[in-house]
């Protein structure tokens, strides 16, 4: 537990505060709404829990939480959706305490990194394309990474978002190999949906694509390349990691624990 806390008192909570703004923007949900400082995020249409969750954004906001958590498991009860909370290190340890002693499950602990773009090497860009959205998502599909039943959210979430987006793909002679998004806000560039084919992984396409869809958004005026990923992906992290990407904080999902009748 000390380490635990030593790790979180070195973290830097504004930028914290930036990189979850981005991530919102960046990654919008259907429905969006507050409940004191918690973002509630909702779309119906998508399971991703990024999508659907309680996301707590004040240290100080840990009032009243069995109430509040049992009207907002109404709001999630009518959108189909299952009341997951996003905790990152702005939530209260009052709401963490709360949800520790009533059994919530802590669920894919992951990491947000981010990485100076001015130190990138620049990609060899061979056999990277920009698609368009409808292309992206077939090949999606075709790379396991797509539920075909949330194909049409997902056009749907494209559409909604606001800074600038491209959407990256590789095909090895017409077979789709590997995919990812990069969305420019201002300053900063965060990756998304990076995926590769199983039968084309270990020939160095997640750096490709991932080298090329950062260095574009270099050239465009970003300074900051910024992604989200599970803590147990270690392939993940060893790429991130060659590229200069360093941890800045860590989230987890809360699922709540289930009742007997």
């Keep these: 537990m000390a380490t635990i806390a030593a790790r979180m008192a070195e973290i830097d909570l504004p930028t914290v505060r930036r990189f979850e703004a981005a991530g919102f923007r960046a990654w919008p949900a259907r429905t969006s709404f507050y409940d004191g400082t918690w973002s509630v995020r909702l779309t119906p249409d998508m399971t991703a829990r990024r999508l659907n969750s309680i996301n707590p954004l004040d240290l100080s906001d840990g009032r009243d939480i069995e109430r509040r958590v049992g009207l907002l498991k109404a709001r999630f009860a009518e959108a189909g959706r299952p009341v997951t909370f996003r905790i990152s290190p702005l939530a209260s340890p009052q709401l963490v305490g709360h949800l520790d002693r009533a059994g919530w499950s802590v669920i894919t602990p992951s990491l947000v990194m981010k990485a100076d773009l001015a130190g990138l090497k620049t990609a060899e860009g061979d056999g990277v394309e920009e698609v368009s959205a409808e292309r992206f998502i077939d090949a999606a599909i075709a790379l396991d990474n797509l539920d075909p039943a949330n194909a049409e959210g997902f056009g749907r979430l494209i559409d909604r978002i606001q800074p600038q987006v491209a959407l990256f793909h590789i095909a090895i002679d017409g077979v789709p190999a590997a995919n990812a998004i990069c969305v420019r806000d201002g300053q900063v560039a965060g990756l998304f949906e990076v995926a590769t084919a199983r039968e084309f992984r ?14 574009r958004a270099r050239a465009q005026g970003a300074s900051t390349g910024w992604l989200q990923v599970e803590a147990g992906n270690k392939t993940a992290l060893d790429l991130y990691g060659s590229l200069g990407f360093a941890t800045i904080y860590p989230y987890h999902y809360r699922g709540q624990p289930e009742t007997t009748t």
């Design 202 to 215: 270990g020939r160095g396409l997640g750096r490709k694509i991932v080298a090329a869809a950062l260095d």
